[in-house]
């Protein structure tokens, strides 16, 4: 089974500055997806990338996708105190149905104002 | 639209009781339903997938006779833990979809202490 790995597991800027996660995968996919959990909280949709897409935009959040070095990067623009979360991706494998999604082990970005 | 409901937001119940979450889709009709346990700082891992009107199907390892699912219509499924035991503590969440979308909508989840 796939297994989604994110770096870096925490990480802590001021607020204004970029934030950049990584996510890498095992097996083919047909779209990764990044989602934000606030403490104690349910999943917040963030944005989907198709395995044919390479980048794809979303206000502050930028994202990529390599699916020959199984990787995708979300960067953040501009930080605000309020987007300290954890981080979540996500990939709906090709060998599977019924969008079952493989979680990475998370991101917790703390932006400190 | 496309909000995801989860019924009752914690819960704290003794050893060897059973304990019913409901999830609910309040504003579209859900193909599927899916649930997953978090357990505090890890991700999450998805325990079963569930259609209206047909039997879930569970993840490896996951104990369907312990985890009892049941998606009632299409705007409701429910898990119940049964002979709940301290080990069984954890945030479960669920998830719909809607029509053949990919994006996944999530409840906002349900703390269980069993005690």
């Known amino acids: 089974s796939q297994q989604g790995e994110e770096d870096p597991q925490a990480l802590s800027i001021q607020e204004g500055e970029n934030a950049t996660m990584n996510c890498s995968y095992k097996t083919s996919i047909n779209n990764l997806q990044w989602y934000r959990q606030n403490s104690g909280r349910g999943l917040v949709h963030l944005i989907l990338?198709?395995?044919?897409?390479r980048e794809k935009h979303s206000g502050r959040l930028r994202v990529t996708l390599d699916t020959s070095k199984k990787s995708s990067s979300l960067l953040i623009t501009a930080s605000r105190a309020a987007d300290t979360a954890s981080y979540f991706c996500?990939?709906?494998?090709?060998?599977?149905?019924?969008?079952?999604?493989?979680f990475g082990e998370g991101t917790q970005l703390t932006v400190n104002p | 639209g496309a909000v995801v409901s989860q019924h009752p937001s914690w819960v704290i119940c003794k050893s060897g009781t059973s304990v019913k979450i409901e999830c609910r889709s309040l504003d579209f009709q859900a193909t599927t339903m899916f649930w997953y346990r978090q357990f505090p700082k890890q991700s999450l891992m998805l325990m079963a997938t569930?259609?209206?009107?047909?039997?879930?199907?569970?993840e490896q390892g996951v104990e369907k006779d312990k985890f009892l699912i049941n998606h009632a219509s299409l705007t409701l499924s429910t898990l119940t833990v049964t002979s709940a035991h301290p080990e069984d503590s954890s945030f479960y969440i669920c998830s719909a979809t809607r029509g053949h979308a990919d994006e996944q909508y999530f409840g906002p989840g349900t703390r269980l202490t069993v005690t």
């Open positions: 990338i198709r395995s044919n897409e």
């Open positions: 569930s259609n209206e009107g047909s039997k879930a199907t569970y």
């Open positions: 996500a990939t709906d494998g090709r060998e599977t149905s019924g969008s079952r999604l493989t």
